[in-house]
């Protein structure tokens, strides 16, 4: 099966976030929404069996600098409801003033129905399509 055009980062993505100012909403929000369509992508990415190489999700977060830190899988029907991703950046942002990016993000994918029963499983009714930020605390 073709992979929807939606699932592409370079035809759909926000690619001119080229750099991304912590400070702006719209900045924040853009992130915010790629991260999410990065599980969108992983989840269509395990149904087609993609192998990693020929996987179309890691675009979604590495162009923001964020690496994928753990999948978050239904255990019920092995889906992937939601992935936590880690900020992998150098730079030295103790010594910044302004909006500093997240360490960790936590996405979520809206609930889908199962194909065999066109019902929603029951765990991922809980899950709300949302997302959270945190920053860890610094450790001295």
Same mark, same amino acid.
């Given at each position: 099966?073709?992979?929807?055009?939606?699932? @592409?980062?370079?035809?759909?993505?926000?690619?001119?976030?080229?750099?991304?100012?912590?400070?702006?909403?719209?900045?924040?929000?853009?992130?915010?929404?790629?991260?999410?369509?990065?599980? #969108?992508?992983?989840?269509?990415?395990?149904?087609?069996?993609?192998?990693?190489?020929?996987?179309?999700?890691?675009?979604?977060?590495?162009?923001?600098?964020?690496?994928?830190?753990?999948?978050?899988?239904?255990?019920?029907?092995?889906? #992937?409801?939601?992935?936590?991703?880690e900020f992998n950046s150098l730079y030295p942002y103790h010594s910044y003033s302004g909006q500093r990016p997240p360490q960790y993000v936590i996405a979520f994918r809206a609930p889908s129905r199962s194909l065999a029963t066109g019902s929603r499983t029951s765990s991922? @009714?809980? @899950?709300?399509?949302?997302?959270?930020?945190?920053?860890?605390?610094? @450790?001295?």
């Amino acid at each position: 099966m073709m992979a929807s055009e939606k699932e @592409i980062f370079s035809l759909t993505g926000p690619t001119f976030l080229t750099s991304i100012d912590w400070n702006n909403s719209h900045h924040r929000r853009s992130v915010a929404a790629s991260l999410v369509q990065g599980v #969108y992508t992983m989840e269509r990415d395990r149904q087609q069996n993609r192998p990693d190489h020929q996987a179309l999700a890691p675009p979604w977060w590495q162009f923001f600098n964020f690496k994928l830190n753990q999948i978050l899988v239904d255990n019920h029907d092995l889906s #992937y409801f939601g992935a936590i991703y880690e900020f992998n950046s150098l730079y030295p942002y103790h010594s910044y003033s302004g909006q500093r990016p997240p360490q960790y993000v936590i996405a979520f994918r809206a609930p889908s129905r199962s194909l065999a029963t066109g019902s929603r499983t029951s765990s991922s @009714i809980s @899950i709300s399509c949302s997302i959270i930020s945190t920053t860890a605390p610094v @450790i001295k």
